[in-house]
Nanobody, 117 residues
Framework: VQLQASGGGLVQAGGSLRLSCKAS???????????FGWYRQAPGKQRELVAG???????NYGDSVKGRFTISRDNARKTVYLQMADLKTEDTAVYYC?????????WGEGTQVTVSS
């Protein structure tokens, strides 16, 4: 399974970005039953959960992004999105996509998000 993350970039504070994570080579039924998460890691800091989307449709968010970020999934496209709004300089980090199932735990390559003041 390959997780292809994209959508990062440079944005001014207050702006928006949408990250995508495509689970290529994952069969559709597996995608449906997989929990996905977006994590981020800023320089000198530990990786932290930004948002998670469970297979039962529930989602959860880190306290610092609640009300600003939204995770969603398109099962037909086998893609998970992270819509980020009202970005702050402290959101600057490398963002990683994670896929977790009963017998696997995959990470994609990160995508850099830089928020300028």
């Amino acid at each position: 399974v390959q997780l292809q993350a994209s959508g990062g970039g440079l944005v001014q504070a207050g702006g928006s970005l949408r990250l995508s994570c495509k689970a290529s080579r994952m069969i559709l039924s597996t995608f449906w039953s997989t929990s996905f998460g977006w994590y981020r890691q800023a320089p000198g800091k530990q990786r932290e959960l930004v948002a998670g989307s469970s297979s039962d449709g529930s989602s959860n968010y880190g306290d610092s992004v609640k009300g600003r970020f939204t995770i969603s999934r398109d099962n037909a496209r086998k893609t998970v999105y992270l819509q980020m709004a009202d970005l702050k300089t402290e959101d600057t980090a490398v963002y990683y996509c994670n896929a977790r199932g009963q017998a696997f735990d995959y990470w994609g390559e990160g995508t850099q998000v830089t928020v300028s003041s």
